[in-house]
């Protein structure tokens, strides 16, 4: 093997520990270990460039901001409170209906935002109702890893193999992978039930409480929510036709992100940009960069070659592998950075040989996505839950949460082996 390839493997290795042990921010990790990828001439600074998907980054740019102009209008908390009425105060049955709403909404914002907009309602709804947070935080992660899945915009992995590969559109998206989502939240919706019922009990009192909160009345800006919505709408809209206009994801997010702020008005637009979660895109372009390093070193093409000789080339080998490997690893090491470095990986079994791809980028996003719900380092969604909740005093531990999730997690991931295995593989 090269010295450059060496190094490449080095410095990946060293990062990716760095960022699990979560010792340094991951952004800081991704930024110093890409820049030195190009400090040491593994790859040239142009090159470097050209592998930073600006697709995705644009993509996850646009769509913060519709959110956080959205956010500002006061709907989300509206839709938790609605949504607690509707259950009559009951707890289990508003743990129920704020995980499908999480699933509903993370598939078409994403994951992490969902969470970041479910998480204080749900906080406030637990503290009328006397009850811990923890149930209701726990089965919302779970569900937004669930409906993130479903949609190219739902979870950052799917993002990126959106990008990636040109021909997996927004609906192609959605045809292949919200039944299966679909499904996974159909056999977790009565587990949950069975898990936290006994534990999910309140007074009249409390229950009279939350039944007096006046939904509408947490609606700030009306003006506003039609416009956001207007927006949002022809933005998912334009996304379902992004193929047949010519346009990549990234422009139609940016698109509606930026007609957003014109409805809107300009004061708006530096407190959008404030909310943005520019460490989240600056980790992203550190991996890239990271990656890249693998890539031109020809490291990837090793690992491609071997991962064919044990599969035999055979799809539903590579395609069951794949989804394991993808879901017990994304359980661990949080899957964006797995996801990275599995992408070109992919595409280099393609170059080698392997006619149906199709399976095998459908198998990477359903173990990637609902691997990230077994364990609380697996996905982005869960630490930023699991921070929220410390803030608060009521701290999601690590074996607690994994003694619900973990299981849960190999059930989804048998259930989307069935799926491949019967849609693409008989």
């Keep these: 093997m090269e010295q450059q390839a060496v190094w490449a493997i080095g410095i990946f290795l060293a990062a990716y520990a760095l960022i699990v042990s979560e010792k340094i921010h991951r952004t800081i990790v991704a930024m110093i270990g890409g820049l030195l990828v190009i400090a040491l001439g593994i790859v040239d600074q142009e090159t470097a460039l050209r592998h930073i998907d600006f697709n995705t980054?644009?993509?996850?740019?646009?769509?913060?901001?519709?959110?956080?102009?959205?956010?500002?209008?006061?709907?989300f908390a509206f839709a938790a409170a609605w949504t607690a009425k509707r259950?009559?105060?009951?707890?289990?049955?508003?743990?129920?209906?704020?995980?499908?709403?999480?699933?509903?909404?993370?598939?078409?914002l994403d994951n992490v935002t969902t969470i970041l907009l479910m998480?204080?309602?749900?906080?406030?709804?637990?503290?009328?109702?006397?009850?811990?947070?923890?149930?209701?935080?726990?089965?919302?992660?779970?569900?937004?890893?669930?409906?993130?899945?479903?949609t190219l915009i739902g979870d950052p992995p799917n993002i990126m193999i959106g990008s990636a590969v040109r021909e997996l559109t927004f609906g192609a998206f959605i045809v292949n992978l919200a039944p299966i989502a679909a499904i996974v939240m159909a056999a977790y919706v009565p587990l949950f039930v069975l898990l936290y019922r006994?534990?999910?009990r309140t007074t009249p009192e409390r229950q009279r409480s939350l039944m007096e909160l006046d939904p509408f009345g947490l609606i700030t800006d009306v003006r506003l929510l039609v416009k956001s919505l207007s927006v949002m709408g022809l933005t998912v809209l334009a996304f379902f036709l992004h193929?047949?206009?010519?346009?990549?994801?990234a422009a139609v997010a940016l698109a509606g992100a930026f007609v957003l702020l014109l409805l809107a008005g300009e004061h708006r637009m530096e407190e959008a940009f404030k909310k943005v979660e520019w460490p989240t895109i600056f980790f992203f372009a550190g991996l890239f960069v990271l990656v890249s390093g693998l890539v031109e070193t020809g490291v990837m093409a090793e690992l491609a070659a071997k991962a064919i000789d044990l599969t035999g080339g055979n799809v539903a080998a590579a395609s069951m592998l794949i989804l394991w490997l993808s879901a017990i690893a994304s359980?661990?090491?949080?899957?964006?950075?797995?996801?990275?470095?599995?992408?070109?990986?992919?595409?280099?079994?393609?170059?080698?040989?392997?006619?149906?791809?199709?399976?095998?980028?459908?198998?990477?996003?359903?173990?990637?996505?609902?691997?990230?719900?077994?364990?609380?380092?697996?996905?982005?969604?869960?630490?930023?839950?699991?921070?929220?909740?410390?803030?608060?005093?009521?701290?999601?531990?690590?074996?607690?949460?994994?003694?619900?999730?973990?299981?849960?997690?190999?059930?989804?991931?048998?259930?989307?082996?069935?799926?491949?295995?019967?849609?693409?593989?008989?």
């Design 119 to 150: 998480v204080p309602v749900t906080f406030s709804i637990a503290r009328r109702l006397g009850l811990s947070p923890i149930p209701f935080l726990i089965t919302q992660v779970i569900a937004s890893n669930v409906g993130g899945t479903a």
């Design 57 to 75: 980054l644009g993509l996850l740019i646009g769509m913060m901001i519709i959110v956080s102009v959205t956010a500002d209008t006061g709907v």
């Design 331 to 426: 359980a661990f090491v949080d899957n964006i950075p797995f996801v990275a470095t599995m992408i070109p990986l992919i595409q280099e079994m393609g170059a080698r040989g392997v006619d149906n791809m199709e399976p095998l980028w459908w198998s990477l996003a359903l173990g990637a996505c609902l691997g990230g719900n077994g364990t609380l380092i697996g996905a982005s969604a869960n630490l930023v839950a699991a921070g929220l909740a410390a803030k608060e005093g009521h701290p999601i531990r690590f074996v607690a949460y994994m003694k619900v999730a973990f299981p849960l997690m190999l059930l989804s991931v048998a259930l989307a082996s069935g799926y491949v295995y019967v849609r693409y593989l008989l």
């Design 243 to 249: 193929q047949a206009l010519h346009l990549e994801s």
């Design 198 to 200: 006994k534990g999910l």
């Design 87 to 108: 259950a009559k105060g009951e707890p289990v049955r508003i743990l129920v209906a704020l995980a499908l709403i999480t699933a509903v909404a993370s598939a078409f």
